[in-house]
C-alpha cells in the first residue's frame, strides 16, 4: 500500500465532490463514497447519456397519441356508415350527447394534441445530452458529470491524472 502521509490535493470540484490528490481520486458526496488508487488507475472514458426524464415522457406521450389515434381512427371509420353515425349520436361522450361532428373535432384536436407534446417531448429527450466522464480503476469505477466543465478544465484534470498516475506506478 502507497505512502499516504505524503498525499496532498492536486485539484478539486468546486462542490468538493471529486478530489484529485497525489495518490487518489475521491469521489464524495452525500450518497457515494468511492475512491480509486491512482496506482491502480485503468483507463478514463468520455460519454454521453440523455435524460431518463425526457426519455420517460417521450414513452408516455408516444403511448397517449397511439391511444387517441386509434380512437379518433375508429370514430372516423364508425362515421362513415349511416348506423355508425347514428350510434355516435346516441352515445355520451365525457358524459354529455354530442354530434358527430363534435365527436370528430374532439377526438383529432386530442390527437394534435398529443402529438404536438410528443414532438416537444422528443425534441427535449434529443437536446438532452449531458457529458460524463467515467474512470475505471482495478476493483471500482468512477463516474461524474463534466457538462459545466471547460475543455481547458477538462484537459487539466486528465492530464494531472494520467502524470499522477503514471508517478504512482513508478512507485514515486
Known amino acids: 500500500m502507497s505512502n ?3 498525499e496532498s490535493t492536486i485539484m ?3 462542490d468538493g465532490s471529486i478530489t484529485l490528490t497525489t495518490h487518489r481520486l475521491l469521489q464524495r458526496t452525500k450518497d457515494i463514497n468511492k475512491e480509486i488508487m491512482l496506482s491502480e488507475f485503468i483507463s ?3 460519454k454521453s447519456k440523455r435524460s431518463r426524464y425526457y426519455k420517460t415522457l417521450t414513452i408516455v406521450f408516444l403511448i397517449v397519441t397511439i391511444i387517441v389515434g386509434i380512437i379518433y381512427n375508429n370514430k372516423v371509420r364508425e362515421s362513415e356508415t349511416l348506423r355508425g353515425r347514428f350510434n355516435m349520436a346516441f352515445t355520451k361522450t365525457f358524459g354529455e350527447y354530442t354530434s358527430v361532428n363534435d365527436q370528430l373535432q374532439l377526438y383529432g ?3 394534435a394534441l398529443a402529438g404536438f407534446l410528443l414532438v416537444i417531448s422528443l425534441l427535449l429527450f434529443l437536446i438532452s445530452k449531458r457529458k460524463y466522464l467515467s474512470i475505471a480503476g482495478k476493483f ?3 463516474e461524474f458529470s463534466i457538462s459545466q466543465l471547460s475543455n481547458e478544465s477538462f484537459s487539466k484534470f486528465t492530464n494531472a491524472l494520467l502524470t499522477e498516475s ?3 506506478k513508478r512507485g514515486q
Open 4 to 6: 499516504l502521509t505524503k
Open 12 to 14: 478539486s470540484s468546486n
Open 44 to 46: 478514463y472514458e468520455q
Open 109 to 111: 384536436g386530442l390527437t
Open 140 to 142: 471500482s469505477t468512477i
Open 166 to 168: 503514471d508517478n504512482r
